[in-house]
């Protein structure tokens, strides 16, 4: 099976004794992390309403 590298594109074949894979070499598979750690990849959040949000200390009893 072909399938593309996701840094470089470059077109590889899909083989179990590929440790990189889906990426065609370690440099694409670091690179892709780094991207990662640098948070250039956003997973988009929900919008979370306030209210749903534990505000903390207000169910505390002090003794």
């Known amino acids: 099976m072909q399938v593309e590298c996701p840094t470089c594109k470059k077109s590889l074949e899909w083989d179990e004794a590929n ?3 889906p990426f065609c070499s ?3 598979k670091l690179i892709d ?3 990662w750690a640098n948070e250039e990849y956003r997973v988009p ?3 979370v309403d306030p ?3 534990d505000q903390g200390g207000h ?3 002090h003794h």
């Open 45 to 47: 959040a929900e919008n």
């Open 51 to 53: 209210s749903d949000l």
């Open 59 to 61: 169910n505390e009893t």
């Open 26 to 28: 370690e440099r694409c």
């Open 33 to 35: 992390l780094g991207a």
């Open 19 to 21: 440790p990189y894979r």
